[in-house]
């Protein structure tokens, strides 16, 4: 490209400007706009699982998730940044969980307490304490420390057929949910009029959930009720769709 434009702009005495990149800004804006779905996303996913990770961990994993789906999105016009971001959060939340599905509970909490105690060893004292340290925090022994605290990442290995559930997501497939399953068709007319049928408050507690993708405790604020009692009107909603839909067929 010729220089002529900008020498001549020069000579004329025009201020040249630089202008940032319209993408740095538009990936900016994204990440802005959709950090309050990651906490939401990272809730509903801790809420359906064991708590053998803490729901900052899975908000820090979507961050991350975040920031790169916002870099590498190209609008194609197929699907919106929100549908794409939804399952790159997913996939990085479950995996996360996956990572820690074989370690014992035990083994978690141990690295939780020696974790918290170098991370307030090290902010009294600006440096990386000892064992002694350490040891004397977590009020244990310097030999128990390095045995079950140092290398708490014990592995536990179970029958398959003991620790197997449907609803843990590191049992899940790339095939659509059963929920999905039943809302082609056919079977999505059944459905819609059974959902029809309920109670207008199981109504919304099924909409919630497998729509608007709230976890219990959102559920909970909305209905004004705790989180075990939003549980006990979900499966008791599940169960008359389950037998209205067996009576369909």
Partial sequence: MSAMPQQAQFERGTPLTYTPRSRARDEGALVREHLPLVRRLAWHVHGSVSTAVEVEDLVQVGLVALVEAAGSFEDRGQVTFKQYLSTRLRGAMIDELRRH?????????RRREYQRAIKSLTSASGRAPTEVEIAATLEISVAKLRSDYATAEA???????????????????????AFEQL??????????????SLPERDQMVIQLYHVEELNLEEIGAVLGV????VCQIKSAAQAKLKKAMLRAT
């Fill in 101 to 109: 599905a074989a370690m014992t509970r035990g083994a978690i909490k």
């Fill in 155 to 177: 592995v536990q290995f179970d029958s398959i057929d003991e620790v197997y559930a449907d609803d843990q997501p590191w049992f899940a497939s790339d095939e659509p949910n």
């Fill in 183 to 196: 809302a082609e068709g056919q079977v999505r007319d059944r459905l819609i009029a059974a959902i029809a």
């Fill in 226 to 229: 705790g989180a075990a009692r």
